[in-house]
């Protein structure tokens, strides 16, 4: 007997040897071989079903699990065990009821204070994780686990200082523990400590060097700090370290974009493009609208994005369960979010219309940036019904303060424009959720019931492509700033221009910009050899890249002048000197072909086929010129005509000034009426009781 047992144990020693070592497939295998001369041993079983977890064969391993408890019912091991699996399969409820049960067994042990702590939170009780997640550092305050679990939970309720304090005590425990670090570095970035939150993530690159996340991680953080090169590069680190990284795939792209960095780019743009036809996680909407992708491969990736917040937010939406009855107030308390309320392109975009909505509703303003002193966050300040200065809230915090404003609606004004609130907006904080403006394709989002559109830029052929209920403006969706002041520039020479010749512009940003639709401007200078080509000065020689590119394709790189980013007064002056605005494609100049026309500057465009790739031939179409809408094997013949045809330039530029005036793009009054009305059917729909559905 006595032998029997001590062979049992060693097999079980050898079994749990076999797991620290990580070889999980042996001693699986070896703990099936146990049980089969000893169905009974619940060691063997418990040891089985770690192994079966770390394989990922979670209904092996739960069945294991219940056969064990069904032998030991009180077992503090397999409940335990029996939670993680659980909680592996995405079952919160069932792993709670296993760790309540071995709670009220042993009441403070830690492993089970831990695992209730894992429980709750998966459950959305982030007030009880974090209770049981203090309890288990009171019981073995040596357990570095369970303060890094501690920090998270204090970081998802938005006590930031007190998750800092945490995970630094977690790493005086454990000194380069890799999710120590880790952690540390999503708290500090929290904190917007974007320098300290990229030291963290090297040091965690140097302890875990083989784990992508860190150069991930590493790369965003110096994104954040506008060091474009050296994100590129840690991206590409991350990627090399683990080719399945969705997510530095996408960000290394879209930062070669903005780089203008075309060298292999085309492979690279396919990779991540396959990665989305196959649900592949972690592909950022917004960079992906700079992809020569169609509008349903943009819905199958702003889905999968939203499918990733919703397995975070459903629980935690269902405890919350924010219900109101519907306002029966006439005046609408409509609320728009945005990180931009400043000198930004949608406070720019913005700003009238907000000061013209004072009279039919409520415009209720929450900020998620630092707060904004220019003239423009000013004026948005004065002109909201209300103002919520929001940029350190915390989702969860976030969203209990919307919806204790009691809206009708809320605008987001972001959507996956960086700084959004996608995952507070997955916990419904208000009763209608309204994508507008400034992301400019589906959010694909349950959450999100209407997008706000018009008839040009979401034609009945993309509607199939959009997940909202379409609410269509019988004018340009866009607004404006009509009091933006037009002033005298400084002489083409000092703008770096010659002193003659046609001036063909493209301010867009440097992601916009494409080999093909640069050549297609290239191909515009070979026609009119006394013309110049003026872009936005890129960031960390982008411009070089672009001389580069002009020399290979035989244009002379001196034709280039690049202009500096300047104040928006002053960057509006500088088209008095522009004769033609080239778009690009596939995402179009937005607000800045708003600035174009408003400054006098035609905007020659082609409409593509996806949202983004038709705002400038919405603006074009509402300011009745039609004309400047061309399809693409006409746009060099138009911009060659213009640029050959001094008289043409000119009846252009009359024609702008006349239908500026008289077309009413730029009439806000006129806007706000339209828009409230539209908001108003929105809201008085969802009173009645009906669903969200297709509106014009």
């Known amino acids: 007997m006595s032998s029997n047992r001590a062979d049992s144990e060693a097999a079980l020693r050898s079994i749990a040897d076999l797991l620290g070592a990580g070889r999980a497939a042996e001693a699986e295998a070896a703990a099936s071989a146990l049980l089969r001369d000893a169905p009974a041993n619940v060691e063997a079983a418990r040891l089985r079903a770690i ?75 982030l007030a009880g994780a974090l209770d049981a997640y203090r309890a288990t550092t009171r019981a073995d305050a040596r357990h570095a686990g369970a303060w890094l679990n501690l920090a998270a939970t204090e970081l998802a309720l938005g006590d930031r200082a007190a998750a800092e304090r945490d995970a630094r005590h977690a790493l005086t425990l454990a000194p380069r523990h890799p999710e120590g670090l880790l952690l ?49 590069a840690w991206q590409a680190r991350a990627l090399a370290l683990d080719p399945s990284l969705h997510h530095a795939l996408g960000q290394l792209v879209f930062l070669k974009r903005q780089l203008c960095d075309w060298h292999d780019l085309d492979a690279l743009s396919m990779q991540v493009r396959a990665r989305v036809a196959e649900g592949a996680p972690g592909i950022a909407p917004f960079a992906f609208l700079s992809e020569p992708a169609g509008p349903n491969e943009q819905l199958r990736c702003a889905r999968t994005a939203a499918a990733g917040i919703e397995r975070g937010a459903s629980s935690l939406r269902h405890q919350l369960a924010f219900a109101r009855a519907p306002r029966a107030a006439e005046r609408l308390r409509i609320g728009f979010a945005s990180n931009g309320f400043g000198n930004h392109p949608t406070g720019l975009l913005i700003v009238a219309l907000i000061e013209a909505l004072r009279d039919p509703l409520d415009a ?26 929001v940029a350190d809230l915390a989702p969860l915090a976030l969203a209990r303060y919307i919806h204790a404003t009691d809206l009708d609606a809320l605008i987001d004004l972001r959507g996956y424009g960086g700084g959004g609130i996608a995952e507070t907006l997955a916990l419904r904080p208000a009763p209608l959720q309204i994508n507008w403006l400034a992301y400019p394709g589906t959010s694909g989002a349950p959450w999100i019931d209407y997008v706000i559109a018009d008839r040009v830029v979401l034609p009945d052929a993309l509607r199939p492509h959009f997940s909202e209920a379409v609410a269509r403006l019988p004018r340009c969706f866009q607004p404006s700033d009509p009091t933006r002041r037009v002033g005298e520039p400084p002489s083409r020479a000092a703008c770096g221009l010659p002193s003659e010749g046609p001036v063909f512009v493209s301010f867009n940003n440097s992601y916009k910009l494409n080999r093909e639709s640069v050549q297609r401007m290239f191909a515009v200078l070979l026609a009119v050899p006394d013309a110049t080509l003026w872009l936005l000065s890129g960031p960390e020689g982008a411009d070089d890249r672009l001389r580069q590119f002009a020399i290979a394709n035989d244009v002379d790189a001196r034709r280039l002048v690049f202009m500096p980013k300047l104040p928006h007064d002053e960057y509006l002056t500088r088209y008095r000197h522009a004769d033609l605005f080239l778009d690009t494609a596939p ?75 008289a077309s009413g793009l730029f009439d806000m009054r006129a806007f706000a009426a339209d828009f409230a009305a539209l908001l108003r059917r929105i809201v008085e729909r969802s009173r009645t009781g009906l669903a969200p559905a297709d509106l014009d």
């Open 184 to 232: 540390l570095g999503h708290v500090l970035a929290a904190q917007r400590r974007f320098a300290e939150a990229q030291a963290a993530c090297e040091a965690g690159a140097r302890a875990a060097p083989n784990d992508a996340r860190f150069a991930y991680q590493a790369g965003l953080m110096a994104e954040e700090q506008k060091h474009l090169a050296a994100a590129a």
């Open 587 to 661: 995402y179009n100049a937005h607000t800045t072909a708003s600035d174009a026309i408003w400054a006098g500057c035609p905007v020659l465009t082609t409409p593509g086929a996806t949202f983004a790739a038709r705002v400038a031939a919405s603006l074009n179409a509402h300011l009745g010129m039609p004309s400047l809408k061309v399809a693409d094997d006409a746009f060099v013949e138009m911009a060659v005509r213009v640029g050959r045809d001094a008289a043409l330039r000119a009846s252009l530029r009359a024609e702008i000034a006349e239908r500026r005036a």
């Open 51 to 125: 192994a079966l977890l770390r394989l990922g064969r979670l209904d092996d391993a739960r069945s294991t699990l219940e056969g064990a408890r069904a032998i030991a019912p009180d077992s503090i091991e397999v409940l335990c065990n029996l939670g993680s699996v659980e909680l592996a399969r995405g079952d919160a409820a069932a792993a709670l009821a296993a760790l309540d049960h071995a709670f009220a067994l042993a009441p403070s042990h830690p492993a089970v204070l831990l695992g209730l702590g894992n429980a709750r939170r998966a459950a959305g009780d």
């Open 364 to 389: 209720v303003l929450f900020s998620t940036s630092a707060r904004d002193e220019s003239p423009i966050g000013v004026r948005l300040r004065a002109a909201a019904a209300e103002w919520h200065d």
